[in-house]
């Protein structure tokens, strides 16, 4: 008898996620603004950019533990996310991708325990895109003029 295939279940990495927007915005601000102080709260939560290295781990104020295993400029990120409700770790990619003048970015996660917390990863990635097109689109001048001034 065949098994019936679970949306979102890997044969060998449990369940995972993944979603994508391309924005209007060159790569290097894109990247300078996923790693900002404001980017970073968005998709990670309150945490010093001082303390996020390849081999480090971290924790943010809204408890979300993990350790940063690539760290590739312009490129991509690869770690390990916790939030304090959890038992596991999942394993969390962020990519920046360049077109021309625009930029794709990409979370993906896997390692999820269950079809529950991909929902949600689901819900929170969802929200995490949302606002970062808000800030690329409404805020992306006044980021700017913070930080390549």
């Given at each position: 008898?065949?098994?019936?295939?679970?949306?979102?279940?890997?044969?060998?990495?449990?369940?995972?996620?993944?979603?994508?927007?391309?924005?209007?915005?060159?790569?290097?601000?894109?990247?300078?603004?996923?790693?900002?102080?404001?980017?970073?709260?968005?998709?990670?939560?309150?945490?010093?950019?001082?303390?996020?290295?390849?081999?480090?781990?971290?924790?943010?104020?809204?408890?979300?533990?993990?350790?940063?295993?690539?760290?590739?400029?312009?490129?991509?990120?690869?770690?390990?996310?916790?939030?304090?409700?959890?038992?596991?770790?999942?394993?969390?990619?962020?990519?920046?991708?360049p077109?021309?003048?625009?930029?794709t970015?990409?979370?993906?996660?896997?390692?999820?325990?269950?079809?529950?917390?991909?929902?949600?990863?689901?819900?929170y990635w969802?929200?995490?895109?949302?606002?970062?097109?808000?800030?690329?689109?409404?805020?992306i001048?006044?980021?700017?003029?913070d930080?390549?001034?």
């Amino acid at each position: 008898m065949e098994k019936t295939k679970v949306v979102g279940q890997t044969k060998d990495a449990g369940f995972q996620f993944g979603v994508r927007k391309t924005f209007a915005v060159p790569l290097q601000l894109v990247w300078d603004f996923l790693f900002s102080e404001k980017g970073f709260s968005i998709w990670l939560g309150k945490i010093s950019s001082d303390n996020f290295e390849v081999g480090k781990s971290f924790k943010t104020k809204d408890e979300i533990e993990g350790k940063i295993s690539v760290l590739k400029p312009m490129s991509h990120l690869r770690l390990t996310w916790k939030p304090k409700h959890w038992t596991n770790s999942s394993a969390l990619q962020i990519r920046v991708i360049p077109f021309k003048e625009k930029t794709t970015v990409s979370f993906h996660q896997d390692h999820l325990l269950d079809n529950r917390q991909r929902n949600e990863m689901k819900n929170y990635w969802n929200k995490v895109i949302e606002k970062i097109e808000h800030e690329m689109s409404n805020n992306i001048s006044e980021f700017l003029t913070d930080t390549h001034t």
